[in-house]
């Protein structure tokens, strides 16, 4: 909302007139300031847990060396729906989960995405439950959440990052 600056503020160019809902990437301008939304969890402090961008540059690299070593490669799509308390105990539950191999980013508020390196398709699904159980257990506790869960596997379901996201979501 502005409060009626002489240039007011504007959300991807567009004047705003009242409470105006932004999401990652937006940009905001005000007067001469240009800010752009970015996605953060208040656990990245206490738990590495990586950026879209960082996703996006493991899960490649993870991708080319599972095709040319021809070794599987599973990908869970973890979203979290509740209150932020239970949310966030969720999600420690999630990362407290992970073997010290796996690699857990935020893909978009309360959607992450877990690299699961040497997880064939039975390994996926069966890691995927375990964590998706934890983090429920976890999320209950503290308020009560719901986790909703896709996963994909390299070959299987894809080659490329992008198709193992989409199969995945």
């Given amino acids: 909302v502005d409060l009626g600056s002489h240039n007011g503020t504007r959300v991807n160019g567009s004047l705003t007139d009242g409470p105006t809902h932004v999401s990652p990437g937006d940009e905001i301008l005000i007067g001469p300031a240009t800010a752009i939304v970015g996605v953060t969890t208040g656990m990245r402090r206490r738990t590495l847990v990586g950026s ?4 996006e540059e493991r899960l490649e690299s ?3 060396r599972a095709i040319r ?3 599987p490669l599973g990908l869970a799509m973890v979203r979290l729906d509740g209150p932020p308390g239970a949310n ?4 420690e539950a999630l990362s407290a989960n992970l073997r010290r191999m796996d690699y857990l980013a935020q893909y978009s508020p309360w959607e992450y995405a877990i690299v699961l390196p040497e997880a064939d398709p039975g390994a996926t ?3 995927a439950h ?9 999320g209950h506790a503290s ?3 719901e986790v909703f869960l896709g996963v994909a596997v390299c070959p299987g379901n894809g080659t490329k990052a992008g198709e193992l996201v ?3 979501r």
């Fill in 62 to 64: 993870e991708l080319d």
């Fill in 125 to 127: 699904e069966a890691a």
């Fill in 69 to 71: 070593y021809r070794r």
């Fill in 52 to 55: 879209t961008s960082e996703l």
């Fill in 143 to 145: 308020g009560g959440v």
């Fill in 130 to 138: 375990r964590l998706v159980r934890e983090a429920r257990e976890a």
């Fill in 88 to 91: 966030t105990a969720a999600l």
């Fill in 166 to 168: 989409s199969s995945a």
